[in-house]
């Protein structure tokens, strides 16, 4: 079964990339004419460049992923297929939003209820059972939902960096699957994702050619949490928050800095900790070999988190990963050594 398993979830993985990177290339002239991200406060780039490429992203999860669905995994076609139209209609809330921006309220009903009806598909899952009643949970699992969505759009701000996030976990997580720790369609639409990403990553390379936009970055952020909170839900929430930790700390950390500086949060900037590292002498390929190396040592101590038992060396392991995340951060932080030299 594992080698049958694994040969499926290849041949997803494969075809992915190559209806990803077929279709980028099919509607590339198009974006560069009608879909052209210009540079702001926000941006890393300085010239105006096309954005889009999660359509094709997308459209390779949802084919090469549904047929594995269906081959592999039929029963788990219906509450896929609830994710699916989530996802497609967050990419068409983000695809308005690349064209003329949206005000917040209607973009954000949109996105809690697109995530409401992605918690439902995934099943009766309890995270905190003796401690919080169902609907306070539901509810605050939506709101955490939501933030997971937006701060993958938020971290999409630098070539290759939601390249370097998402290969490492979704490849852990259809990992998780052979493991049997995950559903098969859970591993499949992972695997999917994986290679989705990296049909896109050769034009998403520095200096990119091409960006996901909200299009992409949003339905991708919904993925993810869906697949996540599937993991956790299967008894595996230190792995499930080892997996997205970079992520997580990045956004939030910013959030509440932000926030204590009395900043206008829903304005766009320049705070993250990868684009202040960029702004400290960093180069756009050492933030992101960075954060791949992280997501990998973090993916590491996600799987030892499914192999052991007990809570203290789960614990151990999850201290572990918050302090490389620390590290990481607090390097992105400061200039780098050899630039500080040359300033001083």
């Given at each position: 079964m594992?080698?049958?398993?694994?040969?499926?979830?290849?041949?997803?993985?494969?075809?992915?990339?190559?209806?990803?990177?077929?279709?980028?290339?099919?509607?590339?002239?198009?974006?560069?004419?009608?879909?052209?991200?210009?540079?702001?406060?926000?941006?890393?780039?300085?010239?105006?460049?096309?954005?889009?490429?999660?359509?094709?992203?997308?459209?390779?999860?949802?084919a090469a992923g549904g047929a594995g669905v269906w081959i592999l995994a039929p029963a788990a076609l219906l509450p896929l297929a609830v994710v699916a139209v989530a996802a497609v209609a967050l990419a068409v809330v983000g695809a308005m939003d690349d064209i003329r921006p949206l005000p917040v309220l209607p973009r954000l009903a949109i996105q809690i209820g697109a995530v409401a009806f992605g918690l439902i598909a995934a099943g009766d899952i309890r995270l905190f059972?003796?401690?919080?009643?169902?609907?306070?949970?539901?509810?605050?699992?939506?709101?955490?939902?939501?933030?997971?969505?937006?701060?993958?759009?938020?971290?999409?701000?630098?070539?290759?960096?939601?390249?370097?996030?998402?290969?490492?976990?979704?490849?852990?997580?259809?990992?998780?699957?052979?493991?049997?720790?995950?559903?098969?369609?859970?591993?499949?639409?992972?695997?999917?994702l994986c290679g989705a990403m990296i049909g896109f990553a050769p034009f998403n390379r520095p200096v990119a050619r091409l960006f996901l936009g909200d299009v992409g970055s949003l339905p991708i952020g919904l993925i993810l949490g869906f697949m996540l909170y599937r993991l956790a839900g299967g008894g595996h929430l230190a792995a499930a928050l080892l997996l997205p930790l970079y992520y997580l700390a990045d956004a939030t950390l910013t959030l509440l800095l932000r926030l204590k500086r009395g900043e206008k949060v829903w304005q766009a900037h320049r705070s993250h900790f990868y684009q202040r590292a960029t702004d400290n002498g960093f180069t756009v390929m050492d933030v992101v070999g960075t954060v791949f190396a992280l997501n990998l040592g973090l993916a590491a101590l996600a799987t030892a988190a499914l192999l052991v038992d007990g809570p203290l060396v789960t614990a151990g392991l999850v201290v572990a990963g918050i302090g490389a995340v620390a590290v990481v951060l607090a390097r992105f932080s400061r200039p780098r050594p050899a630039l500080a030299g040359r300033r001083g």
């Open positions: 594992t080698v049958s398993l694994l040969a499926g979830l290849t041949g997803v993985g494969l075809a992915a990339a190559g209806v990803s990177a077929a279709l980028v290339r099919l509607l590339f002239p198009l974006m560069q004419r009608y879909a052209l991200a210009r540079p702001n406060a926000r941006s890393s780039h300085r010239v105006p460049t096309p954005q889009g490429g999660g359509i094709a992203v997308l459209a390779a999860v949802l059972p003796a401690i919080l009643p169902a609907p306070v949970e539901f509810v605050l699992v939506v709101l955490a939902g939501v933030w997971f969505v937006n701060l993958v759009n938020f971290m999409d701000g630098l070539d290759w960096i939601t390249v370097a996030e998402v290969v490492p976990v979704t490849a852990a997580l259809a990992a998780f699957t052979l493991m049997g720790a995950l559903p098969i369609d859970v591993g499949i639409v992972a695997v999917g």
